[in-house]
T-cell receptor, first 114, second 114 residues
Framework: AQSVAQPEDQVNVAEGNPLTVKCTYS??????LFWYVQYPNRGLQFLLK??????LVKGSYGFEAEFNKSQTSFHLKKPSALVSDSALYFC????????????FGQGTTLQVKP | DGGITQSPKYLFRKEGQNVTLSCEQN?????MYWYRQDPGQGLRLIYY???????QKGDIAEGYSVSREKKESFPLTVTSAQKNPTAFYLC?????????????FGPGTRLTVL
């Protein structure tokens, strides 16, 4: 079965420190990979996506993600965390052969402390 | 939240009642989606539509119905057959239904069964 895993329910970091939110996937073929952020009682906001090419993808608000095909991972990173980055983060995958459905991970809560 | 609106923001339903959640987009997107979000479970796809007058069941379609009579509108009806409807419902749209097209999300509707 195709799936996405975010192994950490919550990640805690201090403001100014680098952050990583992990994502691994199990899908066939060459998937398209996405990261979204959700603030409380709001919809999801698109952060970045990997299609092909450079394994390091840059996105909104200073976030970036590293695609690793051999490890089937797509970890979200930021060099210096802000308190305002505190939110719920979702990794999503669309298999290349799929008609459009996204497979979401269960989400990781990021808490950035001052 | 872009050009996608959902109404109402909060909705209360008595057991045995059908309710309809509205989703409208002005992005000229062909594809639209309905997701259900429960704590700790990520997003689960209810229905999606790739084009007007056509839609497909997602992973948890039982107890729900949709229509797509206009490109900009994709209402979701939660019927009395849905045994546990209390959840946060998110509507999304995308330019295309596959490939690298990211989905844009509305602000959500929180449905509570009394």
């Amino acid at each position: 079965a195709q799936s996405v895993a975010q192994p950490e329910d919550q990640v805690n970091v201090a403001e100014g420190n680098p952050l990583t939110v992990k994502c691994t996937y199990s899908v066939s073929g060459n998937p398209y990979l996405f990261w979204y952020v959700q603030y409380p009682n709001r919809g999801l906001q698109f952060l970045l996506k990997y299609i092909t090419g450079d394994n390091l993808v840059k996105g909104s608000y200073g976030f970036e993600a590293e695609f690793n095909k051999s490890q089937t991972s797509f970890h979200l990173k930021k060099p210096s965390a802000l308190v305002s980055d505190s939110a719920l983060y979702f990794c999503a995958v669309r298999p290349s052969s799929n008609t459009g459905k996204l497979i979401f991970g269960q989400g990781t809560t990021l808490q950035v402390k001052p | 939240d872009g050009g996608i609106t959902q109404s109402p923001k909060y909705l209360f339903r008595k057991e045995g009642q059908n309710v309809t959640l509205s989703c409208e987009q002005n992005l000229n997107h062909d594809a639209m989606y309905w997701y259900r979000q429960d704590p700790g479970q990520g997003l689960r796809l209810i229905y999606y539509s790739q084009i007007v007058n056509d839609f497909q069941k997602g992973d948890i379609a039982e107890g729900y119905s949709v229509s797509r009579e206009k490109k900009e509108s994709f209402p979701l009806t939660v019927t009395s057959a849905q045994k546990n409807p209390t959840a946060f419902y998110l509507c999304a749209s995308s330019m295309g239904s596959g490939g690298a097209s990211e989905q844009f999300f509305g602000p959500g509707t929180r449905l509570t069964v009394l």
